[in-house]
């Protein structure tokens, strides 16, 4: 705590005030203000208004006293004096010492009073620049601000008018044009305001006039300038803040006009003709500010600083002009605000939160529009639309040329997998750990088993997940379009046109017509526009994709066309959604069954290669060995009731190379290659082996020929086989040889398997190979055919869950 302050009574000289702590001190200071304040108001509440008559009577009386001494001085020297020539000389010499005197005190006079008017101008323009930096530090009047400029540039003017200026006149002259300065910023800060009454206004303007003499024309010029350069600061912040600076930027276009009606030119010219009813000094604010001390001051300042009355030219703009003048700033400034739109619509691609700004400016400028003069309410309305619109078209435009994504996504993914070594394709049985959380419905441990069963892996799911963002980005625009169709417009504001004088027919068709039916119809169909090229691009990409992996030299990997499959599968799935209303028709996909076939038929190629050359090796060995199966044949005549082994293994091989590629990968169209394929090979294959089953029995039969005819020439005959040893020859050859029935029972048993085989590969009657080879089969009656088609048929239903694949 710092000590009381002493009292100033025991102080003999000043130096003791500053023996005592700077706090001291200055609580000292402050006493010796306050009670200085307090003094000087007592004073004049004591003088009143009789203060400068009382002074007036005391200079009098003063002068009075002097001249009186004067007369009896020289009534006292004339009675010592009273001859003629000595009162003659006498009052010759008085009169030429009074008239040297009165020259000599007026020169002295004249040096005071040049003195204090110089000290006055110099105290009061130091203050000057003090009471303008307080007034606008503490959001003062700026008119009283411009008041106090006024008294300053007079007064400057008067002390530069000296034979030798000062210098600090020069630096107290700095400050107040620094002082100036901020009030002019402040005052522009005022004028462009959104917030700022017409009072306020009315206030900030005058100010201005003073502070820069400008005429009433020139006020509403540089008050339509402040608040234009405020329209478009507002839109050139950045994306985020473009809602609120747009609705920002139109209300104040709005309210500009409003305030311009207002203001201009009748209220301005009052306020200004006020600023002529008494000198500058005498105004009561200006008199208010104790650091002027005009008080004292006044009398000292000079008399063109004292008698100075502003005189605007409050009446200089008349309303026909000022009409003419808003009218041109209006379009300049919707001009300039649409063009601010459209620069900061560039860095806006948010679809809701410009569908949002959308709605909110054409419904301000419905709101309040036509209150704009100058400015058709209706073209404004068309412009901001198309200004919106085309944004709102181009947006969608762009989010449907990222597709490109999606295409980059599937060749990188292919790149990396042509790096990468084969893997194992998925099982359901090793995809999924025993410890699979099971909560929420198990909702994690189903998405593992669907994306097993359909082949989807992380690069597949990666792709399908890249084009789901793509499609979500698109179809944003379906609740945009879905809000615009259901805004309603003529209800809206059905209340507020039978107050104003324009009416639908400005607009040309209904605003609920403009704005719900032609607004979302326009963007439909850019969006379907955008939706089909994207799509038509998609297309003619996985067909350069695919026609490399195709011609690619060797053979592509399988898994690289066996992941192009399920992408294209999986896209092919999610673009009927891609439609912006349910009732549209579907858009078509681009993965058509041309793009389709190479990849199948290369897969295809990859499955059937191994099974067949296994079933080759088979019948190779089946034709050159003897077999006891037709021990098994059922009726009779007994005919094979069963495939061979041969048979059946091939079908059960195809299947499970088709499954070892993923089971999800055999849609309709696949299958329906790979059996086309399957059944071209089997029958070239099948036809060979009759082929050497029928050369190989003939062969047997020449041999066995030529046996007999051995044992004929040696004299043996074929009836007495036991008892020659020749006989024991022979019928050993023919034991041993194949016979004809041997050939009968394999050209059964291979037409057997064929029409097994059939079942499952090809359909009877469409120029399938296998049925063409069966008819070529000139060895097998039409009725062994027809039982050996139906016992194959009978086979087929027992085994066909077997071969599910191929169905």
Not at 155 to 163: D, I, P, R, V
Not at 221 to 249: Q, S, W
Not at 717 to 743: N, Y
Request: hydrophobic fraction near 40%; charge should be neutral; glycine fraction near 4%.
């Amino acid at each position: 705590m710092a000590a009381e302050a002493p009292n100033p009574r025991t102080l003999k000289t000043w130096e003791d005030a500053f023996q005592y702590p700077i706090p001291v001190a200055r609580k000292l200071e402050q006493r010796l203000r306050a009670n200085a304040d307090e003094n000087r108001e007592k004073l004049r509440a004591l003088v009143g208004a009789s203060y400068r008559d009382l002074l007036d009577t005391a200079e009098t009386i003063v002068d009075m006293e002097m001249s009186m001494e004067q007369v009896e001085a020289m009534l006292a020297r004339a009675g010592r004096h009273c001859n003629s020539r000595t009162v003659e000389r006498i009052t010759g010499n008085a009169g030429k010492l009074a008239d040297r005197g009165a020259v000599q005190m007026h020169r002295e006079a004249d040096s005071q009073a040049r003195r204090y008017a110089f000290a006055s101008q110099l105290a009061v323009l130091r203050n000057c620049s003090m009471v303008m930096a307080r007034l606008l530090k503490g959001e003062g009047s700026h008119l009283v601000v411009a008041k106090v400029l006024v008294l300053a540039r007079l007064l400057h003017k008067a002390l530069s008018g000296n034979a030798v200026t000062p210098p600090i006149v020069g630096q107290l002259w700095d400050r107040v044009l620094s002082a100036r300065r901020r009030l002019l910023r402040r005052i522009d800060q005022r004028l462009a305001s959104p917030t700022c009454d017409a009072a306020a206004l009315v206030e900030t303007m005058c100010a201005y006039a003073l502070a820069t003499s400008s005429t009433p024309t020139q006020l509403l010029r540089h008050f339509h300038k402040a608040r234009l350069d405020r329209i478009v600061g507002l839109l050139h912040r950045g994306p985020d803040e473009l809602p609120t600076c747009g609705m920002g930027a139109l209300r104040l276009c709005i309210q500009t006009c409003q305030d311009t009606h207002t203001i201009f030119p009748r209220r301005l010219a009052d306020s200004l003709a006020r600023l002529k009813a008494h000198p500058l000094v005498q105004d009561a604010d200006v008199r208010a500010l104790y650091e002027l001390n005009l008080d004292v001051h006044d009398r000292w300042m000079g008399d063109e600083a004292r008698n100075y009355t502003p005189w605007p030219r409050h009446d200089e703009l008349q309303r026909a002009e000022a009409e003419k003048i808003l009218h041109q700033w209006s379009k300049q400034a919707i001009a300039a605000f649409l063009g601010g739109i459209r620069k900061a619509l560039k860095n806006e691609h948010r679809l809701e939160q410009l569908a949002s700004l959308r709605q909110e400016l054409v419904e301000t400028w419905i709101l309040s529009g036509s209150r704009m003069a100058g400015v058709k309410s209706a073209n404004v309305l068309d412009d901001l639309r198309a200004t919106i619109n085309t944004h709102l078209e181009g947006i969608v435009r762009s989010h449907a040329q990222n597709l490109s994504s999606v295409v980059s996504g599937v060749s990188q993914m292919l790149k990396s997998r042509s790096a990468a070594p084969p893997t194992a394709s998925l099982s359901l049985w090793g995809s999924v750990p025993k410890t699979a959380h099971l909560t929420n419905g198990a909702a994690s441990f189903k998405s593992e088993i669907l994306n097993t069963h359909q082949g989807r892996d992380n690069s597949v799911i990666d792709v399908v997940s890249t084009f789901d963002a793509w499609m979500s980005s698109v179809l944003q625009v379906k609740s945009i379009i879905k809000s615009m169709k259901e805004a309603r417009w003529d209800d809206t504001f059905a209340d507020d046109d039978e107050d104003e004088d324009s009416n639908d027919d400005d607009f040309g068709d209904s605003r609920q017509t403009l704005l719900s039916d032609d607004d979302p119809r326009l963007l439909e169909e850019a969006t379907q526009e955008a939706l089909t090229q994207a799509l038509r691009y998609l297309g003619e990409s996985f067909v350069q994709i695919v026609g490399e992996l195709t011609a690619r030299e060797p053979v592509a990997d399988v898994q690289e066309m066996c992941f192009v499959l399920r992408v294209m599968r999986e896209i092919s799935e999610k673009i009927p959604t891609l439609r912006l209303q349910e009732k549209a028709t579907p858009l078509a996909t681009p993965f058509t069954l041309e793009l389709l076939k190479p990849l199948h038929v290369t897969l295809a190629k990859q499955v059937v290669q191994s099974p067949t050359k296994l079933y080759e090796k088979m019948l190779t060995r089946a034709v050159k060995t003897a077999s006891n199966s037709h021990i098994l044949w059922e009726g009779h005549p007994s005919l094979p009731a069963q495939p061979s082994p041969g048979a059946f293994s091939y079908l059960q091989g195809l299947t499970k190379a088709m499954a070892a590629h993923g089971s999800d990968l055999w849609a309709p169209a696949s299958v329906s290659v790979l059996k086309r394929i399957a059944s071209e090979e089997l029958a070239t294959l099948l036809r060979s082996n009759l082929n050497d089953v029928v050369k190989t029995c003939d062969k047997s039969e020449s041999t066995t020929e030529l046996a007999i005819e051995g044992d004929r020439e040696n004299g043996v005959a074929d009836t007495s086989p036991g008892l020659h040893p020749s006989g024991e020859r022979t019928a050993r050859a023919a034991l041993l040889s194949p016979s004809v029935e041997v050939r009968d029972q394999k050209l059964k048993q291979a037409a057997f398997d064929a029409l097994f085989i059939q079942r499952f590969l090809g359909s009877i009657g469409n120029g399938d190979p296998l049925d063409e080879l069966l008819k070529n089969v000139d060895a097998l009656e039409e009725n062994t055919m027809v039982r050996l088609k139906k016992s194959a048929a009978d086979y087929a239903k027992k085994t066909y869950l077997l071969f599910a694949l191929l169905a």
